[in-house]
């Protein structure tokens, strides 16, 4: 089955660090374009970071400098380490597989809640 | 970035009713916009893709229609499970971005 599962989150004070991760079944994460996108509480959805090629990354500006996203062929997995969290981090993260366009998400994670707050 | 705006942001309808609602981009996209339904505590589900592709498995009951800056999405006669909130997406210009939402429910 092609799924993706994600694991990590929770509550971290303000200026922490959190790993996410996104294991991929059915499918290479290296052979499409991975995106991680995040809601904030009771908001709509925002593109965050993607990966491709396995190692060729970009980012929203709200998030450059301080997150980085990889990928581990050997786990088929993806990450999304997050440093100097803020408050405005606080979100369900999505993963999410772009199949048409690279950008058009047919295969999504099933969403981890980071918290951030003192 | 290219901002996207949904409207309305909520709507009421019956069971069997035609409804539509309508994402604008600020600049021209081409056809490069893409439909989501997602309900609560769920991922976002693709339902259609440059603009009036329907993905697969989705019901010939939607259909999307547009291009340029000004698209809409159409559900042909509702039905109990497509309550939940629809985004749009533009994928033309990299960061992507999502419109506000609609969020559908029942009278």
């Known amino acids: 089955e092609v799924q993706l599962v994600q694991t990590g989150g929770g509550l971290i004070r303000p200026g922490g660090s959190l790993r996410l991760s996104c294991a991929a079944s059915?499918?290479?994460?290296?052979?499409?374009?991975m995106s991680w996108v995040r809601q904030a509480p009771g908001k709509g959805l925002e593109w965050v970071s993607v990966?491709?090629?396995?190692?060729?990354?970009s980012y929203a500006d709200s998030v450059k400098g301080r997150f980085t996203v990889s990928g581990d062929d050997s786990q088929n997995t993806l990450f999304l380490q997050m440093n100097s969290l803020g408050v405005e981090d606080t979100a369900v993260y999505y993963c999410a597989r772009g199949i048409y366009y690279d950008y058009v998400f047919d295969i999504w994670g099933q969403g981890t809640m980071v918290t951030v707050s003192s | 970035d290219i901002q996207m705006t949904q409207s309305p942001s909520s709507l009421s309808a019956s069971v069997g009713d035609r409804i539509s609602f309508t994402c604008q981009a600020s600049q021209d996209i081409s056809t490069f916009l893409s439909w989501y339904q997602q309900k609560p505590g769920k991922a976002p589900k693709l339902l259609i893709y440059d603009a009036a592709i329907l993905e697969t498995g989705v019901p010939s009951r939607f259909s999307g229609s547009g291009s340029g800056t000004d698209f809409t999405l159409t559900i042909s006669s509702l039905q109990p499970e497509d309550n939940g909130r629809y985004y749009c997406q533009q994928y033309d210009k990299v960061p992507i971005t999502f419109g506000g939402g609609t969020e559908v429910d029942f009278k």
């Open positions: 059915g499918f290479s994460v290296s052979g499409y374009y």
């Open positions: 990966i491709y090629g396995g190692e060729t990354t």
